[in-house]
């Protein structure tokens, strides 16, 4: 991931309701929801979200189709893992290390950080 692509994810996500959104998207799965249904489940109104998904979608953070008259929004599991990716490429600094999650990476010569 180029470090301008990971700016503007962490931009799209740094504000409360974007990353609701993006939480509760990652949570409906591949098959996502509607824009009336995010709405109702954060309590946003239309107007505020149709500008936070805006922003999301310029970040590539979601994705979107059309099904029938409704537009369809999905987090973009891709991008997402991405970051994750570009954040954590310096782990450990550089040595190989069992990072299971971020939280118990502990490298594998045994050195202390």
């Not at 591949?30 to 709405?39: M, T």
């Amino acid at each position: 991931m180029e470090t301008s692509n990971a700016v503007a994810a962490l931009a799209a996500l740094a504000q409360e309701s974007r990353l609701s959104v993006f939480r509760l998207l990652v949570r409906a799965g591949p098959a996502g929801l509607a824009a009336g249904r995010i709405s109702t489940e954060l309590g946003i109104p239309p107007s505020s979200l149709s500008f936070h998904l805006k922003e999301l979608l310029h970040a590539n953070m979601v994705l979107s189709r059309q099904e029938g008259r409704f537009v369809i929004y999905v987090a973009n599991y891709q991008t997402a893992s991405n970051l994750i990716g570009f954040l954590s490429e310096n782990c450990c600094v550089g040595s190989p290390c069992d990072c299971g999650s971020l939280s118990s990476c502990s490298p594998k010569s045994g050195r202390e950080r």
